[in-house]
């Protein structure tokens, strides 16, 4: 059983893979050690240039209102980058409507010219800055990089009530209130579903509620079909902060 398993498993992937080539160009390993090398040495420089003044070399940022890239699916990240990357404030579709992520496994569907925006203050204008020129492949290559990286977590807790209600909230949801269990979609242990649904386990908190307030204020609008906007719009704002502790210290 587990042998017809893992048969149907590969049949899928060469299928998806296949049905990819003439979408783009998919990442695609080196041919001899030379390549590889003189490919990480410029991944490196880009990085260095690029990211790491801060997110850190390893994607593990010191700042707690940047986010950890490090351990983040490359899907989600690669889907980030492409929201970022604009042309006069407007984000720029893709040449298919169905377009490979790194993996080339899993699709994001995204009509011509309606790519989720992601042109929040702050993020936007720093990010856009980063992202104008990077080609597709730096961002899957980018986006493949950090997701290799290991996430550093605080898994100490600060306020052991607020936490036990967050996670009540985390785990069961609130169906009075129209609010979803988050683990249906991030997972009981925050790990996350690629692409649409991001790894959150060990995210600072600072940072994950600025993100529930963004969405929750419709400052941030790249989520599939309104989905985090309508949620948090349900959040109270102790619950958000509750919400975020208790993120940080999954793992």
Known sequence: MKRFHLLVAVSIGLMLNAATVSAADP?????????????????????????SGCHGEDG????????????????????????????????M?????????????????APEGKLPERTNPIYFLAMNGMVKDLTDADMKELALYFS??????????KNTEAIEAAQRLYRGGDA????????????????????????????????????LKNFRAGDRTNDPNSMMRDIAYRLKEDEIKALSEYIATLH
């Open 60 to 91: 593990n940022s010191l700042k707690p209102t940047i986010p950890k890239l490090s351990g983040q699916h490359a899907d989600y990240l690669y889907k980030q980058l492409r929201n970022f990357k604009a042309a006069d404030g407007k984000p």
């Open 148 to 157: 290799q990286q290991k996430r550093k977590t605080d898994s100490a807790i």
């Open 176 to 211: 009075a209130r129209g609010i979803p269990t988050c683990a249906g979609c991030h997972g009981p242990d925050g790990a996350g579903l690629p692409a649409q649904f991001p790894r959150l386990s060990g995210q600072y908190a600072e940072y994950t509620a600025t993100q």
């Open 27 to 51: 990442v695609s390993p080196a041919r001899n050690q030379s390549a590889a090398t003189d490919n990480t040495a410029k991944l490196k420089q880009l990085i260095k240039k690029q990211c």
């Open 93 to 109: 579709g893709p040449n298919n409507p169905m377009y490979p992520t790194p993996s080339d496994l899993v699709y994001v569907a």
